[in-house]
Structures are given as C-alpha cells and as structure tokens.
C-alpha cells in the first residue's frame, strides 16, 4: 500500500486511462483494489508478477506478467506515467518481463496493445512479438500479440 501515491499518479492521469477499461480516470477506491491483486501475485505466483519501475528511487510506472485466462497463457504488460512515455523505459521494462518468462520456462506470451496506442504497438513489435487480429476484450478494441520464447 505504500505504493498508493505512485499508483495514483498513474490512473489519474486521462492520458493514461483512454487505453484502460475505464470512463474517466481510476477512483481510489479501485486503485486499492489494484495494489492488493498486485500485492496477491506474492501469494499466487501462477496468476502472475509484478514489479514497480523505479528511476532514482521514484516509481515512474510498473510491468508484470499476468495469467490471462480468455487466451490460457501470460502477457508481458507495463504502464508507466505519461512524463516517462518516450524513453525508453517501456520497452526496457517490457525486455526484462520477456527474460522473467524465458527463465520461468514460459514457452510462448502474449500481450493487448489499444488499437490508438501506436507506441506500445512499436514497443511490443520491437521486442519480438508478432500482431494477430484485432479484438474485443475488456471492453476495449485491442490488437492480440503473440511471441514464441
């Protein structure tokens, strides 16, 4: 919980939230629901991992890999807060969850790509995942990816 602030940041952020399964931008509320499905992956570890990304001891943003149950396999995802967008560290983010699923014998991932969101399209092509179709989950019209480790 003591990332609550940093996690705020991020979902109160429009920018941020136009590529979320949400109206508006995140409540508090639900941010807490959020830290605590995070904080379970430390007691559920085949639902997925999740890690803060730091830069000089700040949390800018946070990447995971994530049990996807409409597809039975785990997607490398990460979000970080619009002043960090461009630099990087999304896709450096993004390449060391792709090494956390090569290490845990993950043989294949996924990931969801907003069909608007053109730089995180560009970061999931630039480490290695191919575009599948376009569809409808979680309310959202999203580009399927999939990459073979």
Not at 49 to 78: C, F, R
Not at 121 to 147: A, C, D, F, N, T
């Amino acid at each position: 919980m003591d990332d609550f602030n940093a996690l705020q940041a991020i979902y109160s952020n429009e920018d941020v939230c136009k590529y979320l399964p949400v109206k508006g931008v995140v409540l508090d509320d639900k941010i807490y629901t959020i830290l605590t499905r995070y904080a379970d992956t430390l007691l559920y570890p085949n639902e997925g991992i999740v890690y803060a990304v730091t830069l000089h001891g700040i949390i800018i943003g946070y990447t995971g890999l994530k049990y996807v149950k409409a597809y039975e396999q785990y997607e490398i995802y990460y979000g970080l807060h619009p002043d960090y967008w461009g630099k990087g560290y999304a896709t450096q983010a993004a390449l060391l969850m792709k090494k956390e699923a090569i290490k845990k014998g993950y043989t294949e991932v996924v990931a969801f790509a907003h069909i608007e969101n053109k730089a995180s399209q560009r970061i999931l092509e630039k480490i290695g995942y191919h575009k599948v179709e376009q569809i409808s989950l979680w309310k959202l019209p999203l580009y399927r990816y999939y990459m073979a480790l």
